[in-house]
């Protein structure tokens, strides 16, 4: 069983950052893809950005120009960097990884953009 356990969330001001981490119990290169997904009162879990196992990113048209994803291999941690927040990003975000044999997900983080 791999876990994962995000931390970053809070509450934000319009317009201001936040950077979100997820740690692994399982090291985040060996996985096929790893992502953000976040789901707001009442609507779907959406995806917000992934990165496969080489790298290559995907966004979601909402949050382009605004997020990044990455990852660090020394503290074998995935990251979402936010700016620009707005209140409709207010939502859980939760990280995904996909494996060979099975995905997970993390218990997510709460992200509130308010003034």
């Known amino acids: 069983q791999v876990q994962l356990v995000e931390s970053g969330g809070g509450l934000v001001q319009p317009g201001g950052s936040l950077r979100l981490s997820c740690a692994a119990s399982?090291?985040?290169?060996?996985?096929?893809?790893m992502g953000w997904y976040r789901q707001a009162p009442g609507k779907h879990r959406e995806l917000v950005a992934d990165?496969?196992?080489?790298?290559?990113?995907k966004y979601a048209d909402s949050v382009k120009g605004r997020f990044t994803i990455s990852r660090d291999r020394a503290k074998n941690t995935m990251y979402l960097q936010m700016n620009s927040l707005r209140p409709d990003d207010t939502a859980v975000y939760y990280c995904?990884?996909?494996?060979?044999?099975?995905?997970?997900w993390g218990q997510g983080t709460q992200v509130t953009v308010s003034s």
């Open positions: 995904h990884a996909t494996f060979t044999v099975a995905a997970y």
């Open positions: 990165i496969t196992g080489v790298g290559i990113t």
């Open positions: 399982l090291s985040i290169f060996s996985a096929n893809s």
